[in-house]
């Protein structure tokens, strides 16, 4: 599905938006979802000299544009929205209400659900005009080469990086990446998440629904951050050495408890922090072979990590497959990363299904 004009309309999207336009942001909460959001932010204050007015997370157990958004966006009066790292398309009437008011600019790097463009909206993914494979496009990188184009982004380079490697979306970038690393000093690793910036992206994907509350506090840390040391010394800083051994813990835990079906690891476990993510990719890193799949049981709601570094199997798909009926259940992601979430009744009924579908 080419369209290179989402280039240039993206581009006229954020050059002309001015000091009387109300923007809005809403943004997913994993270190991509945050990390471009910050860069989307910095880069239309940097153009028209005033910060953006409304910044909404998304809601975990909602994937997507809800009615409180909405809401939120109509009492703002806002006239500007960007909507990033997920696909804002799957919702069309959500869309078309906030169209009556805003222009919209969807940037992201997930499955293009319906070929939505309209006068009032783009949707401005990687599919579009180029032929990287998206889930190695993260959606802070999209929006670190276009602003780049409109200003000087240079500052916030890190910020993409973090992403970057937060998504395993590494590979399309690695000469790239070693300037940054040089850029700040960063000691290489032989796993990116080893390294400092692997570390930041480890801390804000473990926050994610620690507490709720965190996700505005550490979008305004973030904002605030000139460069990757600085995390270390802010409020985040203080997490780093606790995540850092529930990450160890689990790894460790990992070789002895995970249940294994031939090239299928599945591992169950318990954290207040929502670790099973960076678990899994640590893990999948480890067994680019193997299909992992990481269940973390702390919340009524069961919250599912799936792995498959060789992308021999689609794990999206897989996942998506295993909670078909099932009710407030979602699934869905990129062929070597997905993740998926539903009530804990359905636990055995799921993992029924996996094993099945992995012989
Ligand atoms: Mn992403």
Same mark, same amino acid.
């Given at each position: 599905?080419?369209?290179?004009?989402?280039?240039?309309?993206?581009?006229? *999207?954020?050059?002309?938006?001015?000091?009387?336009?109300?923007?809005?942001?809403?943004?997913?909460?994993?270190?991509?979802?945050? *990390?471009?959001?910050?860069?989307?932010?910095?880069?239309?204050?940097? @153009?028209?000299?005033?910060?953006?007015?409304?910044?909404? #997370?998304?809601?975990?157990?909602?994937?997507?544009?809800?009615?409180?958004?909405?809401?939120?966006?109509?009492?703002?009066?806002?006239?500007?929205?960007?909507? !990033?790292?997920?696909?804002?398309?799957?919702?069309?009437? /959500?869309?078309?209400?906030?169209?009556?008011?805003?222009?919209?600019?969807?940037?992201?790097?997930?499955?293009?659900?319906?070929?939505?463009?309209?006068?009032?909206?783009? !949707?401005?993914?990687?599919?579009?005009?180029?032929?990287?494979?998206?889930?190695?496009?993260?959606?802070?990188?999209?929006?670190?080469?276009?602003?780049?184009?409109?200003?000087?982004?240079?500052?916030?380079?890190?910020? /993409?990086?973090?992403?970057?490697?937060?998504?395993?979306?590494?590979? #399309?970038?690695?000469?790239?990446?070693?300037?940054?690393?040089?850029?700040?000093?960063?000691?290489?690793?032989?796993?990116?998440?080893?390294?400092?910036?692997?570390?930041?992206?480890?801390?804000?994907?473990?926050?994610?629904?620690?507490?709720?509350?965190?996700?505005?506090?550490?979008?305004?840390?973030?904002?605030?951050?000139?460069?990757?040391?600085?995390?270390?010394?802010?409020?985040?800083?203080?997490?780093?050495?606790?995540?850092?051994?529930? @990450?160890?813990?689990?790894?460790?835990?990992?070789?002895?408890?995970?249940?294994?079906?031939?090239?299928?690891?599945?591992?169950?476990?318990?954290?207040?922090?929502?670790?099973?993510?960076?678990?899994?990719?640590?893990? /999948?890193?480890?067994?680019?072979?193997?299909?992992?799949?990481?269940?973390?049981?702390?919340?009524?709601?069961?919250?599912?990590?799936?792995?498959?570094?060789?992308?021999?199997?689609?794990?999206?798909?897989?996942?998506?497959?295993?909670?078909?009926?099932?009710?407030?259940?979602?699934?869905?992601?990129?062929?070597?990363?997905?993740?998926?979430?539903?009530?804990?009744?359905?636990?055995?009924? *799921?993992?029924?299904?996996?094993?099945?579908?992995?012989?």
């Amino acid at each position: 599905m080419i369209n290179i004009q989402v280039i240039q309309r993206a581009q006229d *999207f954020l050059k002309t938006i001015s000091r009387n336009d109300r923007v809005a942001i809403i943004h997913d909460t994993d270190p991509d979802g945050v *990390f471009s959001a910050v860069i989307i932010a910095k880069c239309i204050e940097k @153009l028209r000299g005033k910060r953006i007015e409304l910044h909404i #997370p998304l809601e975990k157990e909602q994937y997507g544009i809800t009615e409180r958004m909405i809401k939120q966006i109509q009492k703002h009066k806002i006239t500007k929205l960007i909507a !990033l790292d997920f696909s804002a398309e799957q919702n069309l009437p /959500a869309l078309k209400t906030i169209e009556k008011q805003a222009d919209i600019l969807v940037i992201d790097h997930h499955k293009i659900y319906t070929d939505y463009q309209t006068k009032k909206t783009i !949707l401005y993914k990687p599919q579009y005009f180029t032929k990287i494979e998206p889930s190695t496009y993260c959606t802070a990188k999209l929006a670190y080469d276009l602003t780049g184009r409109l200003t000087n982004v240079s500052d916030l380079d890190w910020m /993409a990086a973090t992403a970057c490697i937060a998504d395993i979306a590494t590979a #399309p970038w690695k000469d790239w990446l070693s300037k940054i690393f040089q850029k700040y000093n960063i000691k290489k690793e032989k796993e990116f998440f080893k390294t400092k910036l692997g570390k930041i992206a480890a801390i804000i994907c473990s926050l994610e629904v620690y507490d709720v509350r965190l996700i505005p506090e550490y979008y305004k840390t973030i904002y605030k951050t000139k460069k990757p040391d600085d995390i270390f010394k802010s409020k985040l800083g203080k997490y780093n050495k606790i995540i850092d051994n529930e @990450l160890n813990k689990h790894i460790r835990l990992f070789k002895t408890k995970a249940k294994k079906h031939g090239e299928l690891y599945i591992y169950e476990m318990s954290s207040k922090y929502r670790i099973h993510s960076p678990v899994s990719t640590l893990l /999948a890193l480890k067994n680019p072979h193997k299909t992992i799949i990481i269940i973390n049981k702390t919340n009524k709601l069961i919250a599912v990590s799936a792995r498959r570094e060789d992308s021999k199997i689609a794990v999206n798909k897989l996942l998506e497959n295993a909670i078909k009926g099932f009710k407030n259940a979602n699934a869905g992601g990129h062929t070597p990363a997905a993740g998926a979430g539903f009530p804990k009744k359905y636990l055995k009924k *799921f993992k029924q299904r996996i094993i099945k579908a992995s012989y």
